[in-house]
C-alpha cells in the first residue's frame, strides 16, 4: 500500500469512527424516547383504568338509594337531571385499587366540581426511566390524568297526580274494599327502549344501575 493510501485511510477513519459513534447516540436517543413513550402509555392507561373504577363503583353505589327511594318521585325527579352530582360516598379508593394493579402510584382523585358526576385521577408510573442519555430523565416517572362522568341513560316521566274528585260512598250494605295496593310513582324510560314502571312492591323488576347510567372517559 502507497503512502497515499495510508495516509488517506488514517484521515477516513476518525471520520468512519465519529459516524458510527453518532449512529449509536442517535439510536439510544431513540430509545430513550421510545421507552419515555411506552411509560407514558402505560400511565395513562392506568389513569383510565382507575378513574373508570371509581365512577363505575360511584354508580353501583346508587342501587340501594334507588331502592329505598321508590315512593319518592321528588328523589327519582333529582337523579335522572343532568345536575345531579352522584351519592355522598366517595369511590376513590377504587381508583387506588385499580392503580396499584397496574403498577402505578403517587395517586390522587377526587369527584369533581364542575357539575359534572364523576372522577378525576391523577398518578403516575412506579417503573422510572432507565437511561439518562437525554439529560434529567433517568429515573423519571411519567404522569398521568383522567377524568370519567356518570350520565343518565334515562329520564324519568312522574305519574299523572290523581283525580282529585270524590268516589261515591259506599252504601251500608257493600263489603269493604280491599287493601289499596301502592301506586307506581312513574316511568323510567331509556335510550335502546328499556322501559321501566318504577314498583315500590317489586323490586326484582328494577334494572341494573349499568342500564340507567352510563360511564365514559371525559376531557377534563
Request: charged share 25%; with cysteine.
Amino acid at each position: 500500500m502507497s503512502s497515499d493510501a495510508r495516509r488517506e485511510l488514517g484521515q477516513a477513519a476518525p471520520l468512519y469512527i465519529a459516524a458510527v459513534v453518532g449512529l449509536l447516540f442517535a439510536a439510544l436517543v431513540l430509545f430513550a424516547f421510545g421507552e419515555a413513550d411506552i411509560q407514558r402509555n402505560g400511565a395513562q392507561s392506568a389513569a383510565d383504568a382507575a378513574v373508570l373504577a371509581a365512577a363505575k363503583e360511584s354508580r353501583s353505589l346508587l342501587e340501594p338509594e334507588l331502592k329505598a327511594h321508590l315512593d319518592d318521585p321528588d328523589f327519582f325527579t333529582s337523579v335522572f337531571s343532568p345536575s345531579f352530582l352522584g351519592g355522598p360516598d366517595n369511590s376513590c379508593w377504587k381508583a387506588s385499587t385499580f392503580a396499584a394493579r397496574n403498577k402505578a402510584s403517587a395517586v390522587r382523585c377526587r369527584p369533581l366540581a364542575d357539575g359534572r358526576w364523576g372522577y378525576e385521577v391523577r398518578l403516575q408510573s412506579d417503573k422510572g426511566m432507565s437511561t439518562d442519555i437525554v439529560p434529567g430523565t433517568e429515573g423519571k416517572k411519567a404522569e398521568a390524568v383522567s377524568v370519567a362522568v356518570v350520565e343518565p341513560r334515562c329520564t324519568f316521566v312522574p305519574a299523572e297526580p290523581p283525580d282529585p274528585s270524590p268516589s261515591p260512598s259506599p252504601s251500608p250494605s257493600s263489603a269493604p274494599d280491599p287493601e289499596p295496593t301502592a301506586s307506581s310513582i312513574g316511568r323510567i324510560r331509556c335510550t335502546g327502549g328499556l322501559d321501566w314502571e318504577v314498583d315500590p312492591d317489586d323490586l326484582t323488576l328494577m334494572p341494573e344501575a349499568a342500564d340507567l347510567f352510563s360511564v365514559r372517559l371525559a376531557e377534563d
